[in-house]
T-cell receptor, first 112, second 111 residues
Framework: DAGITQSPRYKITETGRQVTLMCHQT?????MFWYRQDLGHGLRLIYY???????DKGEVPDGYVVSRSKTENFPLTLESATRSQTSVYFC???????????FGSGTQLSVL | DQQVKQNSPSLSVQEGRISILNCDYT??????FLWYKKYPAEGPTFLIS?????DKNEDGRFTVFLNKSAKHLSLHIVPSQPGDSAVYFC??????????FGKGTRLHILP
């Protein structure tokens, strides 16, 4: 029962580099989400997806790209990392609307 | 423009007493609300939810109350225990749309 896994757990990169955070779920949940957690801001939605090949912007999408070619994977790419993208990133999934979200353990990203 | 607001950044409660965490929202279209608990270095974990057709939902020590006219919900924890010390997030959604979280309230349970 793997659930939802994120990789890597920790990542250090430099400004301007491209970095991809991975998210994989084993439940075949339709809905997947990416959030970032920052002090003073709580959890802010970056992108979400209702199904494979369907994605939509959240509250803070600028500087991020997502794809969902397979139901179980929802990678988040920072095309050119900036220091302001230093954060803890959480992936989440759920089966249907009106269901709870299941979160991964998070990826702590530092952009130097 | 914050759609889900948790106006108390922190709250301290004596062990055994009731903890009340509050949440306000601005979007009257929200019809499903959730509370999550988060420990450091872990992902948030689900506590309890409520749909807009109800005004109360209970699960063990946790009760969520929804006041639609005031656009307010609250989470009651009775009795509070040391393991309840964590950050609590309120969240809201409209059907199959995005789920928006508040900034969180850090709860400290005092011995």
């Amino acid at each position: 029962d793997a659930g939802i896994t994120q990789s890597p757990r920790y990542k250090i990169t430099e400004t301007g580099r491209q970095v991809t955070l991975m998210c994989h779920q084993t439940w075949s949940h339709s809905y997947m989400f990416w959030y970032r957690q920052d002090l003073g801001h709580g959890l802010r939605l970056i992108y979400y997806s209702a199904a494979a090949d369907i994605t939509d912007k959240g509250e803070v999408p600028d500087g991020y790209v997502v794809s969902r070619s397979k139901t179980e994977n929802f990678p988040l790419t920072l095309e050119s990392a900036t220091r302001s993208q230093t954060s803890v990133y959480f992936c989440a999934s759920r089966v249907t609307p009106y269901e709870k979200l299941f979160f991964g353990s998070g990826t702590q990203l530092s952009v130097l | 423009d914050q759609q889900v607001k948790q106006n108390s950044p922190s709250l301290s409660v004596q062990e055994g007493r009731i903890s009340i965490l509050n949440c306000d929202y601005t979007n009257s279209m929200f019809d499903y609300f959730l509370w999550y608990k988060k420990y450091p270095a872990e992902g948030p974990t689900f506590l309890i939810s409520i749909s807009s057709i109800k005004d109360k939902n209970e699960d063990g020590r946790f009760t969520v109350f929804l006041n639609k006219s005031a656009k307010h919900l609250s989470l009651h924890i009775v009795p509070s225990q040391p393991g309840d010390s964590a950050v609590y997030f309120c969240a809201a959604s409209v059907r199959d749309d995005k789920i928006i979280f508040g900034k969180g309230t850090r709860l400290h349970i005092l011995p």
